[in-house]
Structures are given as C-alpha cells and as structure tokens.
C-alpha cells in the first residue's frame, strides 16, 4: 500500500496505469537484470568458463528477487546494480561466483533500459491504436455533420465535425509512424565492457568468438545491439524517444485544447463525458469544467519539457561516459512514459464519450453561417458581369452591419439583406441569393477525406499499408 506519510510521486498513483508503473517498476528491473546476468551465463557455457548446474542455478533462483535486502546491501556500499548483483549471487553459492564475469554495469543496465524502452513502446502503440480505433467510428459518424470552422478564433467558413477529428487523426497517424519507427529501431548496448571495445569478454573467449558471443546474446534477449558503444548505448536514442512521445504529446494537446475552446458555453458544441455525480466547482455548483482536457493539456507541458533534458544527456556525454545522465534517466525515461499512459488513456476516454451538442452546432450555423455565403455570392455576381472589388466593398458593408446585429443579440439578418439590396439584384436574384446561402452543400472534400482518413486507421490497424 502507498504510504501517503511520505512523498509520492503523482506517477506512482494518480496518474498512468498499473501496467505501465509495472514496467518501470523497481521489482521489474531487478527481474530483468536477472535475466540478463543468466543470459550472459547461458552464453560463457558454450565456452567452458560457466557449467550446465551453475546456469540451473541461476534460473531456479531468477524469479526471488528480494529486494528489502538488496536496499540493505546498497546502503553499505552505494551501487544498486551491484547490490542487486551480490544478493542474486548469496542465494547461488555454487553459481553466484560466475555471475557478471567480464561485464561492466551498463553490459546490464543499459541493455534492460533498452528491454523497458521497447516494452513500454509497445504498451503505448496499443494505446494509441485504440484511440485510433475509436476516433474512425467518431469520424465516420460525424462525416457529414456541418459545424462552423474558426480560424483566428473567429467564425469562418462551415466544415464537418468528422473532417475536424480527420485531422487530429491525421496528426495521430504520423506519430504512430514516428512511434513504430523508434521501436523497430531500438537497440541495447550489447556486452562489451567497460568503454566499449569488449577487450574483457576477448579476453575470456578469445576475440575471434566475440562476434558470435555478442550475436548469440543478441538473440537471447531477443534484442539488436548498436554495432558500435562506448560505456553506455548512444543516449540520442533516448532523445529519440522521448521526442516522439513529447510529438504525440503535441497531437493529444491539440485536441484536447480545442475541446476546452468548444466545450466553452458560448460555443457549447462539444464537451467530454461528465458523470452524474461529478463536482465541478466547490464554490459554483453549475460549473462542468473539461477537468480531463485539462490536465491533458497539463501533463502534455510537462512532457514538452522533458527532450530537453534527454538532449543535454546526449550531447553532455563526454568522451566514453560521464555519469550526469544517471540520476535524471531515473526520473525522465518513466515518466515520459506514465505521461503519454495517462493522455491516451483520457483521451480515448473522451474521443469515446463524447457529447455532441447538436443544438448548438446549429445555432452557431444560423447566427455565423450566412457570413461564410458572402464568398460565393461575390463570386456569382463576378460571373455575372459585376465588378469584384465594388461587389467586395458592398458585401463587407452589409457584413458589418449584420455583425453589429449579431453582436447584440439579434438573428443574423445579412441574407435578407442581400436579397433586398437592389444593386446587388442586378446580377443575381434573391432565389440565387437564397440558394447561395444554403452552406449544406458547402463543405468541398470535407466528407469524402473525413471517412477516406478513417478508412485508414482501420487499414494501419490491420497491419495493411
């Protein structure tokens, strides 16, 4: 149980999920480390130096982690790796004298780093392909639902709500890429010593079997390793992870900030899921504040921060290591990753539950919609013989007052106004005018892009191209 007498870290319960803390878990570590200690023993046995009863040793003991002592062992000599090293091997006699022989500590740590990398890699592509999934059936529900697009936050032309979650979707496609890249890239140091030139593992085996010694650890752990490292795997790959994981940080941010925009009651279109008993103010009992687009937005600026430190670990990394990167990976790898859990997780909770005011959607067409149709009649009038420019000056004016109509409170009156003016009726009619306005028609490829982008995901899922 959490003991709240101490400080807990927000990760450790409040945010991100138990299978994600499970990854990043201490136990979870340690666990690997044993694993790579019997792989690397597994290894030394096709060469004489382990035996086959030492190995079997070490595998029925892989699985006792204890960690209270191996907190108690670090205590005295302040190195965890080593402790968790020396607690393996007290409860091996026969075997625990071979454990780590030729390796240095980051043969182990990085290596495992790599392993929780991949894994927690893996955790959030399947989180973001459910999100993915859930955003195609929204969009090909919402394909042809006309609403007001804004742009400089002010009304603008009529779009789809499902063109709009197109393009969070489309967003979202990219990171999968950049995410499925990163992971089928991921690699481990491999087993080669203290700056990297496996001179200590030469030496045991003999430097013509290191490659196939390297190539048979490489398959055991069923990880590529960087052909070339110094101390540690280049820490640009974790730059490279955490950089994808701040990009879909941006996607989720993006959405779930606009969300907050038309969640806001003068919009009203759109808001996420509130539960009955759900308390959004202590002081103001109304109050439905989108407190999950917010803390999206939230941790996504946390996560924003954190490349930059991942950047300072790989270009601050002099010569073969320095170890200014140990301290802040313990923090920044995790938690980039318990970040990105929570945002999919509440974002997918969102996406699904989604509350579509239809209501408003459409007053907000009435009362901003008739602006958008200025575009086409100026256009119809052009054909029709009329000179643009005089024809943009008399449509920004009546825009201008309808505005100030709108602006008061009052239904927007611009069409009828059009269809009075008698100047404009000399190159179009006011049945013209009338069919000008209807927007319905109005939204250009939005539909067809709309399902073709949902079409996609449901095609990437399937593991099509």
């Known amino acids: 149980m959490t003991d709240f007498t101490q400080y807990q870290s927000p990760f450790s319960w409040r945010y991100g999920s138990p299978e994600m803390r499970s990854i990043w878990s201490e136990i979870h570590k340690h666990q690997l480390w044993r694993r790579a200690w019997i792989a690397l023993a597994r290894a030394q046995q096709s060469y004489g130096l382990v035996s086959q009863e030492q190995v079997a040793e070490l595998e029925a003991h892989a699985g006792q982690v204890d960690l209270p002592r191996a907190l108690e062992i670090e205590a005295e000599i302040h190195h965890d790796l080593m402790a968790e090293l020396k607690t393996f091997a007290e409860q091996c006699p026969t075997a625990g004298g071979i454990l780590h022989m030729g390796a240095t500590s980051m043969d182990i740590e990085d290596n495992v780093d790599a392993l929780r990398l991949a894994e927690a890699l893996?955790?959030?592509?399947?989180?973001?392909?459910?999100?993915?999934?859930?955003?195609?059936?929204?969009?090909?529900?919402?394909?042809?639902?006309?609403?007001?697009?804004?742009?400089?936050?002010q009304p603008a032309e009529p779009t789809t709500l499902g063109y709009r979650l197109a393009s969070y979707t489309q967003d979202l496609l990219e990171d999968w890429q950049d995410l499925s890249s990163v992971r089928a890239s991921m690699r481990g140091k491999g087993f080669k010593g203290a700056v990297g030139t496996g001179a200590a593992y030469a030496d045991l085996l003999g430097l013509q079997n290191f490659m196939t010694f390297e190539e048979s650890l490489s398959k055991e752990l069923n990880l590529p390793f960087y052909a070339v490292s110094t101390q540690t795997y280049p820490r640009k790959q974790d730059y490279q992870v955490i950089g994808a994981l701040a990009g879909l940080g941006a996607s989720l941010h993006k959405l779930a900030f606009?969300?907050?925009?038309?969640?806001?009651?003068?919009?009203?279109?759109?808001?996420?899921?509130?539960?009955?008993?759900?308390?959004?103010?202590?002081?103001?009992?109304?109050?439905?504040?989108?407190?999950?687009?917010?803390?999206?937005?939230?941790?996504?600026?946390?996560?924003?921060?954190?490349?930059?430190?991942?950047?300072?670990?790989?270009?601050?990394?002099?010569?073969?290591?320095?170890l200014d990167d140990s301290a802040n990976r313990r923090s920044i790898l995790p938690e980039a990753f318990l970040i990105i859990d929570e945002l999919l997780i509440t974002s997918r909770r969102i996406i699904k539950g989604l509350i579509i005011n239809r209501e408003a959607i459409q007053r907000n067409l009435d009362t901003y919609a008739p602006f958008a149709a200025t575009e086409r009649v100026m256009m119809a009038a052009a054909r029709g013989g009329a000179d643009r420019q005089e024809m943009h000056e008399r449509l920004r004016e009546h825009a201008m007052a309808a505005w100030q109509e709108v602006q008061s409170g009052r239904p927007n009156p611009l069409i009828a106004n059009l269809k009075s003016d008698a100047w404009i009726a000399v190159y179009l009619s006011p049945d013209q005018i009338e069919s000008l306005a209807n927007v319905g028609g109005?939204?250009?490829?939005?539909?067809?892009?709309?399902?073709?982008?949902?079409?996609?995901?449901?095609?990437?899922?399937?593991?099509?191209?």
């Open 442 to 465: 109005y939204t250009g490829i939005a539909p067809q892009r709309a399902r073709e982008t949902a079409g996609r995901v449901r095609s990437m899922l399937r593991g099509e191209t």
């Open 258 to 322: 606009d969300l907050r925009l038309l969640q806001s009651p003068p919009v009203g279109e759109l808001s996420e899921p509130f539960g009955s008993r759900q308390v959004g103010s202590s002081a103001m009992p109304f109050k439905r504040n989108p407190i999950n687009a917010e803390k999206i937005d939230s941790l996504a600026r946390l996560l924003a921060a954190l490349p930059e430190v991942a950047w300072h670990n790989a270009a601050n990394s002099l010569l073969e290591r320095t």
């Open 122 to 153: 893996d955790l959030v592509l399947q989180r973001l392909g459910s999100l993915l999934s859930v955003l195609a059936d929204q969009i090909d529900q919402t394909a042809d639902l006309l609403v007001m697009a804004f742009t400089h936050l």
